[in-house]
């Protein structure tokens, strides 16, 4: 099996799981040991296959990963996790940014393979962005930046992955789901965040938070490497 022979795969499927039940568990120091691990994973993929890819491919692979690697390590530092509401919401602000540029790296890599945009698709993501945008600022107003502006560039990653299955134009599915799961991903964050405060209803969010968004970074690089 592939993931035997390739070591990068283990080390995926090892980080994402402990990353995991440290997310639920609230084990933060263990999660900042572990999580950035996912990204250094999915790195070691995109270099496996560097050599079989047009070079502009693996350059934005790599960046995508490094832009999200970045945004987990931000996202789980002291001051993200702090007491410090302004600080909490700077640094939500930062992560946000981190994670667009990776967005913005799928979204050119899929474009340079054929990906376009339905419009249907694109109006239906746009008023769902506004009602969580809507929401998020009505809770917090320091994390509308993050919310409207990166949740924009999700919404757009989600609608280049689903724009091509209409009609059965496009076969690369893993792109698809990954961008999908991507967005249930980051929409599970809004929600936890606005309406979640007991222990155990977090726990079960953050286990959804965690299998979507490592499940979603696995497909978005497997489903763009043309290597493979």
């Known amino acids: 099996m592939r ?4 070591p990068e795969r283990l080390l995926f499927a090892a980080s994402s799981t402990i990353a ?3 997310a639920a568990t609230e084990r933060h120091r263990l999660l900042r040991v572990f999580k950035p691990l996912i990204g250094v994973s999915l790195a070691g993929t995109v270099a496996r296959g560097w050599r079989r890819r047009q070079a502009t491919d693996s350059v934005l692979l790599l960046g995508a990963v ?5 945004g987990d390590v931000i996202l789980q530092s002291p001051q993200a996790l702090g007491d410090d509401a302004k600080a ?4 939500l602000n930062s992560a946000a940014l981190a994670f667009g540029v990776a967005h913005v790296c799928y979204q050119v890599c899929a474009w340079r393979q054929g990906a376009r945009m339905h419009p249907g698709l694109l109006a239906v993501h746009g008023a769902g962005l506004v009602g969580l945008a809507s929401q998020a600022a009505r809770h917090d107003p320091r994390v509308l ?6 949740g924009g560039l999700v919404a757009l990653t989600s609608v280049l992955g689903t724009s091509g299955l209409l009609g059965g134009q496009d076969k690369n599915t893993r792109f698809a789901a990954g961008s999908m799961l991507f967005l249930v991903s980051d929409a599970l964050i809004l929600l ?3 309406y979640l405060q007991r222990r155990f209803p977090r726990a079960v969010a953050e286990i959804g938070v965690m299998s979507t968004y490592t499940l979603a970074q696995r497909l978005l690089v497997d489903g763009l490497d043309s290597s493979q």
Do not use: K
């Open 88 to 91: 909490s919401g700077n640094s």
């Open 66 to 70: 490094a832009g999200s690697t970045c």
């Open 192 to 194: 936890r965040r606005m």
């Open 145 to 150: 930046p993050a919310a409207a502006g990166y």
């Open 20 to 22: 995991t039940a440290a």
């Open 3 to 6: 993931v035997f022979s390739q």
